[in-house]
Structures are given as C-alpha cells and as structure tokens.
C-alpha cells in the first residue's frame, strides 16, 4: 500500500499544539477587541490579479512564491500569499468605504496563507498570519497606534527580546527623488550585483535594499538614505510618528535602509524582531507592516489610505514553544458495570451541561485501567460509580490532589456539581 505524507512545507497541527494555538488566537482577539477593530473572513484564494496588482509584479512573492492555478471556468486563481490584498478587495467591493463617522474602518483576520519558498525553520509553504488593517485615516496617531498595538499583542502573548524597528518611505513624490538616487549610486557598482539585483536595477531598484545576497548588502551599505529625500510634508509624517511613539514610552530604533517586500507601502514602515535564542541567533522578524495609501486605488477603488501589519504565527510559535496551555481536566468517571456505565453517560452530560470537563471510559477497561487513565489526563477529581453507588443513588468522588473522598448524592451531582466541588476542594 502506498502511504502518503503532508506536502512539503506544511505542518499537521496536533492535539499537545493546537491549545497554544488557541490560545495565541484567543489572545489576538481579545487585544485587538480592546483596540476596536473586528474581523473579516476573505476567501482563501483570488483572482491571481488581486495580489499581482497590488504586491507588485518585481516582488518575490508574485514573481516566484505563487501559487497559482486556472480553474475550471479557465480563470486565473491564487493562493492567497498573505492577507493585506484580499482584504482591500473585500473593503471596495463591499464599499466599507461608506460614511465618514464610520472611519477609521478597522478589521483583523487570521488563518493560512501560501508562499513556494524552501521550507526552514519559520519559514514554510503554508504558513499562518494573524494581521489587521485600518482604513481611512492619514492620521500619523493611527500609525502609531498600529504599532502600539502589534507590541501589545506580541506582549501579552510573553514575546521577549523584542526590538522596535522603523522606517519611512515618504510620498511618491518622495519615492521618485530616492529612486534617481538610488539609481544613480547603484549603476556603476552594476556588474558586481547579484542576478536577481541586476534586474531589480532596472525593474524595481528599492528591492535592492532588502537583498539576502551578502555581496550586494555590502554595496548598499554606503547607498543614499531614504529620509534625506522625505518631502517636507511626508517627513513631518515621520517626525510625528516618533514623537506619538516615544510618548507612547515605546522604544523604536530607525533602519533607513528597511524596505518591506511588497510594492504598496509608504510613509511608516515597521518590523518587530526578537534575538531571542529560539531563533538561532540574530534578529528574526516576527510582525511586520506600515502604511499603504494608495492600495485601495491600485484595486479600482477610491482613494484610501491605509495602515496594517501581519504577524508570523509559525515565528511566534518558536518563542512559544514549551508553554504549557493545556486546561486540566475537571472530572473523570470510573464505571465498574455495564449498568454503571450507563449511569456514568448520565451524569457526565449532566456536568458538562453545567460547563465542566469531563472524560470516561470507552474501551471496556478495567476499574485499574480507568484510574489510570484519570491520572493519564491528570484528573483533578474522580467520581466511581459501581453497583453499590447505584442502589444507593450515590456516588464516590475523590480530590486527587489531597486524597478526600466523599459519598454524594447523585441528585447533588446534577443539581449543583460547582458546589460539590467546592466541598472536595475544601480542606
Ligand atoms: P521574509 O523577509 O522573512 O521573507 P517577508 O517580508 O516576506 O519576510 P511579510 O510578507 O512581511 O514577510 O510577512 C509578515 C510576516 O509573516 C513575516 O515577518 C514572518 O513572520 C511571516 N512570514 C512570511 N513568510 C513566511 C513563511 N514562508 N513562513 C512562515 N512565516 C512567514
Ligand atoms: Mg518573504
């Protein structure tokens, strides 16, 4: 028989994990409700054209991480590479745009996104994004909000070592002074740029910037700085952003050299990294983001500013790992008898109707087998039912923790479970 394996780049998610996951997930949550925004649910896949048009077609993304596909119909199909795109889409065609006391329009998501890269550690072909998008303000207050919030999700969820790093990449107008720049500092050095560089050169030079390749990093180390080419208008932007951060008390550093990898941000730009061990050493990114004005135009619709970021869950969860979430099971109950275990499905949909835990046999074990089990799942109480319990209308229940152990009235059970409990937990 031929046995099968997950595709490459993927991960099974199991039972042990999954609570952390829940557990980031319901954090998520509850931060970004305390911050207002809500959640939108976009397709996991677009027309391709959704991310080509707004990522940009010199990104690595679009240019070699899609996955694409024609469906049936002979129409154009992407994978969703990350969350920001579908997300507008989704805000101009169902014109989320609407009346003005309704903005900043702000929206959270989670869930999978896909990218063809080779799979490492961090890094993997279906990966997870926890992001949010606010729409509608050109305030620098929302930036800095924005990044307020990201530090704040990351906090509560125990992230250590973190560093604050940001950047801006001013107006178009801005964007058109640097580019000649750029341009002009790179071209002689053009020979000794990677492949991939020698056509950014010509296609999108900025991505030059981000370049993995040691040789060309060097080169752009003494390349001209962004923010000397700011307007004045976008570099008061900036300057506001900052002073918002720092009486915020959020430490930031600036890396005028930072670039994001898709085409559509301007003005702030930011990553949140951590050095922490798990990474390996070095600085890893965890969440990144900044603003996108523009965007929403790029995709036919009006003009919109916009301001987001997207946090890695796979990153995250290396600085997790070895956090215990796992709830503790209330109640396991022991059924000795084929009477007793009818009574035993009973009184456990009893308990759990009054919102408790509870487990019990189901492979015809024997009484020793079940108290096993019950310490196996590290049962904080264990209730027996045998023939005698049945007559009576009891049942035994014990603290595992302390060894009290008392005979109820299964009536008492049902009725009142909380209070029962209180009574084995009382010393
Ligand atoms: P990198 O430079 O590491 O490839 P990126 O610029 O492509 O990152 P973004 O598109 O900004 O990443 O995505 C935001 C975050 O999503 C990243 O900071 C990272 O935490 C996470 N991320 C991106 N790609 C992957 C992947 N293939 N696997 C796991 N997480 C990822
Ligand atoms: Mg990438």
Do not use: C
């Amino acid at each position: 028989m031929t046995t099968y394996q997950r595709p490459k780049g993927t991960a099974d998610i199991l039972p042990g994990t999954s609570e952390l996951w829940q557990y980031v997930e319901a954090n998520a949550r509850k931060v970004f409700d305390e911050y207002r925004y809500r959640e939108i649910r976009t397709p996991i896949f677009e027309s391709s054209d959704v991310f080509s048009r707004t990522s940009g077609e010199t990104s690595d993304v679009v240019s070699k991480e899609m996955y694409v596909f024609k469906d049936k119909g002979d129409r154009m199909m992407a994978l969703r590479p990350e969350g920001t795109a579908g997300v507008v889409r989704a805000y101009i065609e169902n014109k989320l745009y609407g009346p003005e006391f309704a903005k900043p329009y702000k929206v959270y998501y989670m869930g999978p996104m896909f990218r063809y890269e080779r799979p490492q550690s961090g890094r993997q072909r279906q990966f997870h994004q926890i992001g949010v998008e606010a729409f509608g303000s050109n305030s620098p207050a929302l930036d800095a909000e924005t990044i307020a919030l990201g530090r704040d999700l990351l906090n509560s969820l125990g992230a250590k070592s973190l560093k604050i790093v940001i950047n801006s990449l001013g107006d178009p107008e801005s964007r058109v002074a640097f580019h000649k720049a750029l341009v002009d500092y790179l071209t002689p050095f053009k020979d000794e740029l990677s492949d991939d560089s020698k056509i950014r050169l010509e296609k999108n030079p900025l991505r030059i910037l981000d370049s993995k390749d040691r040789h060309d990093q060097e080169i752009v180390k003494n390349a001209p700085s962004i923010l000397d080419y700011l307007t004045p208008s976008a570099a008061e932007h900036f300057a506001k952003v900052k002073e918002l951060l720092e009486a915020l008390d959020i430490p930031y550093v600036v890396d005028s050299t930072m670039v994001r990898g898709l085409d559509y941000y301007n003005h702030t730009i930011f990553e949140v990294m951590s050095d922490d061990p798990a990474f390996g050493g070095g600085f890893t990114t965890i969440l990144a983001g900044g603003r996108y004005n523009g965007l929403a135009e790029e995709l036919g619709g009006p003009q919109t500013p916009g301001v987001g970021f997207a946090m890695g869950v796979e990153r995250l969860m290396l600085l997790l790992e070895g956090k215990e979430v796992q709830q503790q099971l209330s109640t396991y109950i022991v059924a000795i008898g084929a009477d007793a275990q009818v009574a035993a499905l009973k009184l456990a949909a009893k308990i759990r109707h009054q919102g408790f835990t509870v487990d019990m046999d189901f492979m015809d074990r024997k009484p020793k087998g079940q108290f096993k089990s019950a310490n196996r799942e590290n049962a904080e109480l264990v209730i027996t039912i045998g023939d005698q319990e049945l007559e009576n209308g009891t049942v035994q229940i014990k603290n595992m923790a302390s060894g009290k152990q008392l005979e109820i009235k299964q009536t008492d059970v049902n009725d009142d479970y909380a209070a029962v409990r209180k009574q084995l937990l009382a010393d």
